[in-house]
């Protein structure tokens, strides 16, 4: 009853989401939700929990994988697909190839997301 009552509250003082979302999936699809813009493209890394929520809610943006060789190559195919995020789970080798490269824009415990400058 009290997610209901949560979710309730959030929409009557206008937010589309409950306190709940914020941890299921998790903060960082809501923090990259609020970021995204029409247009972007958002790439994910090879260990995906979920990828659903990288889009916004009228799928104004792109989603993709990229798939690389080594972090010179990946860093490449990022600027070649107009990269605008990268949504990373912590320990994915993207992640290591985005920490040096890429502005992180939010990290917890279990993701990262990257702005492609």
Same mark, same amino acid.
């Given at each position: 009853?009290?997610?209901?009552? &949560?979710?309730?509250?959030?929409?009557?003082? /206008?937010?589309?989401? /409950?306190?709940?979302? $914020? *941890? #299921?999936? /998790?903060? %960082?699809? @809501?923090?990259?939700? *609020?970021? @995204?813009?029409? /247009?972007?493209? @958002?790439?994910?890394?090879?260990?995906?929990?979920?990828?659903?929520?990288?889009?916004? %809610?009228?799928?104004?943006?792109? @989603?993709?994988?990229?798939?690389?060789?080594?972090? +010179?190559?990946?860093? #490449?195919?990022?600027? %070649? &697909?107009?990269? &605008?995020?990268?949504?990373?789970?912590?320990?994915?080798?993207? *992640?290591?190839? %985005? +920490?040096?490269?890429? $502005?992180?824009?939010?990290?917890?415990?279990?993701? +990262?997301?990257?702005?492609?400058?």
């Amino acid at each position: 009853f009290g997610t209901v009552k &949560d979710q309730l509250f959030s929409l009557f003082s /206008g937010s589309e989401r /409950g306190v709940v979302y $914020n *941890n #299921l999936p /998790g903060k %960082a699809f @809501v923090v990259l939700e *609020n970021t @995204v813009r029409p /247009g972007d493209t @958002v790439v994910y890394d090879s260990s995906p929990y979920f990828i659903y929520p990288l889009w916004t %809610a009228d799928f104004s943006d792109r @989603v993709i994988y990229v798939s690389a060789a080594d972090k +010179e190559d990946w860093l #490449l195919k990022l600027k %070649a &697909d107009s990269a &605008d995020y990268v949504f990373t789970v912590i320990y994915s080798k993207e *992640n290591k190839w %985005a +920490e040096y490269k890429l $502005n992180s824009i939010y990290k917890d415990v279990m993701y +990262e997301v990257f702005k492609v400058d």
